[in-house]
Structures are given as structure tokens and as C-alpha cells.
């Protein structure tokens, strides 16, 4: 079975600038998570959606959007970049709202000039 | 969600078992205790979780104090493979919403 696959892996942009990240869960599986990774403040929660409707959201400005389609893959935008921005963003996906267990995608590590 | 607590670092001699320990005082009943682990470079890997009784699967154990105040991560047989950071989160509702806090960094040596 294939993991999650998150495209593309590394992305380098510029201040202003928007981006647009994709993840593809484990075939099956409902509900796509993301994250934020970054040396300061860890591994953060961005948002969760399920049967193409966001469930969950973290403590991100209105600049950070996501989407699922009804495939269950999930695209997440990120407008007018800033600096600090710059970080790896994770998609994980589980089976549904419930399930304990998350499968994690490799990121992509987004930089931004 | 509970806040747990976490040595910064831990060395493990290659071959010995790893014992990883938690502090999770706060939490309550309804909050499962979740372990995670993250390689360099990469996504974090779940490796087990559990709410009171004691756990094991193909990849660890978990032993969670019977107040469930503490628990402890172990793995039998450390290799260098395991070498990563532990994320041990103590939540509930859905996995999403767990909070990872800045885990133990486990150096496994030969």
C-alpha cells in the first residue's frame, strides 16, 4: 500500500509571493491532517478536513487555506508569503475523525526569500 | 489537551532496551497517551498508544503508570535505526489535535 505522498518536496519562493502544497492520503483513508514544522516552534496543527469539509483548525492567520477534494486529497495555500513561513509542512492521514493512528507524509520544506 | 514533559535527551547503547520516559500529571480520563517518533528528514511515525492499560506491538511497549500520571516508551532492542526524536502527547477527540511538544532526542550508540 502506498504511504502519503505530499508533492512537491521542496519549494523555494519569495516574500508575497503564494503557494499551493498538495498531499494524496493512503488510499481508503478519509480524513488528511497539516502541520507545520519549524526549529522554534515544533511541530504545529494547521488544520483537518474530512469528507471535504475542514473539521479542525489551529491557531494559523486567515493567510494559511487548505481544501479536500472528493478523492480525500488536500491542497493547502499559503498567501502572501512572509519569512516566516519558511518551514516543513506535513500532511498526515488516518482512516477517519476517530482513528488514532496517523500516517505522516515526508513535507515539503518551503523557503521563502 | 494535557502537557507532558520530557527529558531533552537520552544515549542508548545499540542492542539494550530504551526506556523512554513521560510525564503527563495533568491528564484526564478520557485522554489517551500517544507515542510518535521522527527520524531526520522525515514525517513522524506512530509507534503505539494507549488510555490505561499497558501496550505492546511489533515495534514497542508502553507502560503507563496506574494513576496514568507517567508513562514509559520502551524499546526492547534498540538498533541505530531508532536513533530519532520520541514525541510522547497525551489528547483526546481526534488524532489531529494532538500536540507535539519538543520530544526526547534518543542517540542510539554501538
Known amino acids: 500500500k502506498a504511504g502519503v505522498t505530499q508533492t512537491p518536496r521542496y519549494l523555494i519562493k519569495t516574500r508575497g509571493q503564494q503557494v499551493t502544497l498538495s498531499c494524496s492520503p493512503i488510499?481508503?483513508?478519509?480524513?488528511v491532517s497539516w502541520y507545520q514544522q519549524t526549529p522554534g516552534q515544533g511541530l504545529q496543527f494547521l488544520f483537518e478536513?474530512?469528507?471535504?469539509?475542514?473539521?479542525n483548525k489551529g491557531n494559523f492567520p486567515g493567510r494559511f487555506s487548505g481544501r479536500q477534494f472528493s478523492n480525500s486529497r488536500s491542497e493547502m495555500n499559503v498567501s502572501t508569503l512572509e519569512l516566516g513561513d519558511s518551514a516543513l509542512y506535513l500532511c498526515?492521514?488516518?482512516?477517519?475523525?476517530?482513528?488514532?493512528?496517523?500516517?505522516f507524509g515526508p513535507g515539503t520544506r518551503l523557503t521563502v526569500l | 489537551d494535557a502537557k507532558t514533559t520530557q527529558p531533552p535527551s537520552m544515549d542508548c547503547a545499540e542492542g539494550r532496551a530504551a526506556n523512554l520516559p513521560c510525564n503527563h500529571s495533568?491528564?484526564?480520563?478520557?485522554?489517551?497517551v500517544y507515542w510518535y517518533r521522527q527520524i531526520h528528514s522525515q514525517g513522524p511515525q506512530y509507534i503505539i498508544h494507549?488510555?490505561?492499560n499497558n501496550e505492546t506491538n511489533e515495534m514497542a511497549s508502553l507502560i503507563i503508570t496506574e494513576d496514568r500520571k507517567s508513562s514509559t516508551l520502551i524499546l526492547p532492542h534498540a538498533t541505530l535505526r531508532d536513533t530519532a526524536v520520541y514525541y510522547c502527547?497525551?489528547?483526546?477527540?481526534?488524532?489531529?489535535?494532538?500536540?507535539f511538544g519538543t520530544g526526547t532526542r534518543l542517540q542510539v550508540t554501538l
Open positions: 498526515a492521514s488516518s482512516l477517519d475523525l476517530s482513528y488514532n493512528e496517523q500516517f
Open positions: 488510499s481508503g483513508h478519509r480524513s
Open positions: 478536513y474530512f469528507s471535504e469539509t475542514q473539521r
Open positions: 495533568t491528564i484526564s480520563g478520557n485522554e489517551y
Open positions: 494507549g488510555l490505561k
Open positions: 502527547i497525551a489528547g483526546t477527540g481526534t488524532a489531529s489535535k494532538l500536540t
